[in-house]
């Protein structure tokens, strides 16, 4: 294999191993705070219901909202590992297409991935996220609602 075969799959080797961390360091850390402010608001939500001074309705409808946005956190982490996953598999196809390669003419034929993969799987996870955490935030205002008009 020639120095330009071996300097593309050792790019294509740092760019797996970059994806494979930015894999379970983004998932983990973005995901676990939209659980536990919908866990929190569980929590909150369900102590609330104890207090007889408060409306109860907007308390019980807020435990409906965090469980929802609880639900979408896991839907969230899910569609995120999928997109990535989807990354890491296309840069290994590229690798063993490099390695293939007998030439730097065949090399630059297969060209550099884009990182198309698990765009739309990112997005949907986007889209989760983000309703996840506007359903935390309905919830909270919820609380507030019922504690300070209750």
Not at 99 to 107: K, N, Q, S, Y
């Amino acid at each position: 294999m020639e120095s330009t075969n071996q300097e593309y799959f050792n790019a294509l080797n740092q760019l797996r191993e970059a994806q494979a961390s930015l894999q379970s360091r983004w998932i983990i850390e973005t995901v676990k705070h939209l659980a536990i402010i919908n866990i929190a608001g569980l929590a909150g939500s369900s102590a609330l219901l104890k207090i007889a001074e408060i409306a109860l309705t907007p308390v019980k409808v807020s435990l409906v909202l965090f469980f929802l946005g609880l639900v979408l956190t896991v839907v969230d982490f899910h569609l995120n590992s999928l997109a990535f996953l989807a990354q890491v598999n296309e840069t290994d196809r590229a690798r063993i297409a490099f390695r293939a390669a007998e030439t730097a003419g065949e090399v630059s034929r297969h060209g550099i991935p884009k990182s198309s993969a698990g765009q739309s799987l990112f997005k949907a996870a986007g889209t989760v996220g983000w309703i996840s955490a506007l359903l935390a935030l309905s919830g909270g205002s919820l609380i507030a609602y019922a504690v300070l008009c209750g």
